[in-house]
């Protein structure tokens, strides 16, 4: 019931839903696809759906970010979930906090709810999902880990290597891969301009990384081809 109770919180209080394509609800922009036109409709929780939001500081991103987190552990009990960051300050500063205030606010407590294992970095939910914090300034950091959801926040801040080396730890069998990021923009010479504004990225010539293989194309599989070929930004 604490579950079911808590999952019932989060939605009401972030606007968020376990399932669907939720653009224009509580902001997340779906990888390849730009904005703020979103053809594709409804896809729940599929393979390697990525999303993300990207707004100011004190915007809400991490919280937003915290409870999508919330909602899939619960939604997936005994999933393995990574909550990466740029390094341990951020996670420390903005990220684990973030999640304690969702935690808080929907009842859950430590000792009750939910273990931390602060030497490891890992947090036990006690309906059998994990967090597992990473800190991105290593690229092989999480390798080793077989995940079922990623969360990256401030992945504006996050190198195309450090991605390249986490998204592969998707691979816990019997959950839907999913990744979100939250993030302070940082410009369009930033992988995730072209990830998540494909077409404009090309257009105005910002972007010759390849990330076909991790986007997905408004048909709802991943592109044909890289839509990034062009010059780097000056």
Do not use: C
């Not at 935690?103 to 490891?120: P, S």
């Amino acid at each position: 019931m604490i579950v079911v109770a808590a999952a019932a919180a989060v939605v009401e209080r972030t606007g968020l839903r376990p399932w669907g394509w939720q653009d224009g609800n509580d902001g997340f922009l779906v990888g390849g696809m730009g904005a703020p036109v979103v053809t594709v409709p409804e896809r729940p929780w599929s393979n390697y759906f990525y999303e993300a939001i990207f707004a100011g500081r004190y915007g809400g991103k991490s919280y937003i970010g915290a409870a999508r987190h919330l909602i899939y552990a619960m939604t997936f009990p005994g999933s393995t979930n990574i909550i990466a960051a740029p390094n341990f300050k951020t996670i420390n500063r903005g990220t684990f906090p973030a999640l304690k205030k969702v935690l808080a606010a929907h009842g859950l407590q430590a000792g009750r709810d939910y273990d931390f294992n602060k030497t490891d970095m890992v947090l036990t939910y006690r309906w059998g999902s994990t967090a597992i914090f990473v800190s991105l300034d290593d690229e092989d950091a999480g390798r080793s880990i077989r995940a079922a959801s990623i969360w990256i926040d401030e992945a504006g801040f996050v190198s195309w290597e450090a991605f390249k080396g986490i998204q592969p730890t998707m691979t816990e069998e019997g959950y839907p891969h999913q990744l979100w990021m939250t993030s302070t923009p940082t410009g369009r010479g930033h992988w995730t301009y072209p990830f998540f504004f494909p077409r404009e990225a090309f257009e105005e010539g910002y972007s010759k990384t390849d990330l076909g293989p991790y986007i997905l194309a408004e048909s709802g599989g991943p592109q044909a081809g890289p839509p990034t070929e062009g010059a780097s930004p000056p």
